[in-house]
């Protein structure tokens, strides 16, 4: 059974970094693409970044590019984001999802970890 | 990328078909996914390659995707059938989620 836990959430003031974890306790993580998503406060979801099986690819959405980059450990069954320079507007929870359903719908998603940005 | 629109709120009765729609430019050229989202909770797939559902996932959820235009339609509408419900789409590289609807089962 594929169960995804990401960690690493908190608060950060203006300008810090910060670093999620997913961590997925099935054996096909190596398989998946894997996309991070977020939600701010009280709003809808918004796609961030995805990555490939073997990690060469990835993408983001114009608002992260630079400051976000996403990566895989597939030793450690393991999605990671880092997240620097970052904003009030980054406030959010961020969940990973794997892209296990057909038409790059996620079928699999983590509860999420809470990212709040202030001073 | 897509922009995907939604209509911010829907109401339905119990017992009664819900119609959610998804709207963006050329959105029938491309699949379109459906998540369902109660307060407090991950989302959840309920509809993929407009009109699939994954195992687990009630016959009265059904999907098409046609146009310009995404509908999740929601039949004999249950009380805990109550959330928020997002599509999604895909671009060349990458993913949008339409703003969310609301659906209120009354």
């Known amino acids: 059974e594929v169960q995804l836990v990401e960690s690493g959430g908190g608060l950060v003031q203006p300008g810090g970094s910060l670093r999620l974890s997913c961590a997925d306790s099935?054996?096909?993580?190596?398989?998946?693409?894997m996309s991070w998503v977020r939600q701010a406060p009280g709003k809808g979801l918004e796609w961030v970044a995805n990555i490939g099986q073997d990690g060469s690819e990835k993408y983001y959405v114009d608002s992260v590019k630079g400051r976000f980059t996403i990566s895989r450990d597939n030793a450690k069954n393991s999605l990671y984001l880092q997240i620097i320079s970052l904003r009030a507007e980054d406030t959010a929870v961020y969940y990973c999802?794997?892209?296990?359903?057909?038409?790059?719908?996620?079928?699999?998603w983590g509860q999420g970890t809470l990212v709040t940005v202030s001073s | 990328s897509f922009e995907l629109t939604q209509p911010p709120s829907v109401s339905v009765s119990p017992g009664q078909t819900a119609s959610i729609t998804c709207s963006g430019d050329k959105l029938g050229d491309t699949y379109a996914s459906w998540y369902q989202q109660k307060p407090g909770q991950s989302p959840v797939l309920v509809i993929y390659q407009d009109n699939k559902r994954p195992s687990g996932i009630p016959e009265r959820f059904s999907g098409s995707n046609s146009g310009n235009t995404a509908t999740l339609t929601i039949s004999e509408t249950q009380a805990m059938d109550e959330a928020d419900y997002y599509c999604q789409a895909w671009g060349r590289f990458t993913a949008t989620f339409g703003g969310g609807t609301k659906l209120t089962v009354l």
């Open positions: 099935g054996s096909n993580f190596r398989n998946y693409w």
């Open positions: 999802a794997r892209e296990g359903g057909g038409g790059r719908s996620s079928d699999y």
